[in-house]
Nanobody
Framework: QVQLVESGGGLVQAGGSLRLSCAAS???????????MGWFRQAPGKEREFVAG????????YYADSVKGRFTISRDNAKNTMYLQMNSLKPEDTAVYYC????????????????WGQGTQVTVSS
C-alpha cells in the first residue's frame, strides 16, 4: 500500500507563511521519482480543487491561478517528500490541504490516481 502523510498545517494570520510536507512510503511504493505529485485543497462547503502539481523529476510544475506567485511546490526525491511553501496567505486559502500521487511521472497523470493523504488543516485568520 502507498501511504501519504501530510504535515505542517496550522493557524496563521493573513500575510503569513506555512510550509506543508507530504511524506510518501509503503511496500508497493517504488521510486518516488517515478510519480508526479500534487496538492489539492477543500474548503468547507466547496469541492476539492487543484492547487499545484510537480512532475516526477521536479522539472515540470503547474499552479492554479489563485496561488500563482504566492505558493511554491517542490520535492526531495531522496527523502520521498513533497513540499508546499505558502506565502502571503489569505483567508480564502483556508482549507484542508491534501497531497495526491500521480499514476506516472507526468503532471497530467495526477488526476488518474486515487492515492491521497489524510489532509492537514490550514486556517488563515483575517
Amino acid at each position: 500500500q502507498v501511504q501519504l502523510v501530510e504535515s505542517g498545517g496550522g493557524l496563521v494570520q493573513a500575510g503569513g507563511s506555512l510550509r506543508l510536507s507530504c511524506a510518501a512510503s509503503g511496500r508497493a511504493f517504488s521510486a518516488f521519482s517515478m510519480y508526479s505529485m500534487g496538492w489539492f485543497r477543500q474548503a468547507p462547503g466547496k469541492e476539492r480543487e487543484f492547487v499545484a502539481g510537480i512532475g516526477g523529476s521536479g522539472d515540470s510544475i503547474y499552479y492554479a491561478d489563485s496561488v500563482k506567485g504566492r505558493f511554491t511546490i517542490s520535492r526531495d526525491n531522496a527523502k520521498n517528500t513533497m513540499y508546499l511553501q505558502m506565502n502571503s496567505l489569505k483567508p480564502e486559502d483556508t482549507a484542508v490541504y491534501y497531497c495526491r500521487r500521480g499514476a506516472g511521472p507526468g503532471i497530467g497523470t495526477i488526476s488518474f490516481s486515487e492515492y491521497w493523504g489524510q489532509g492537514t488543516q490550514v486556517t488563515v485568520s483575517s
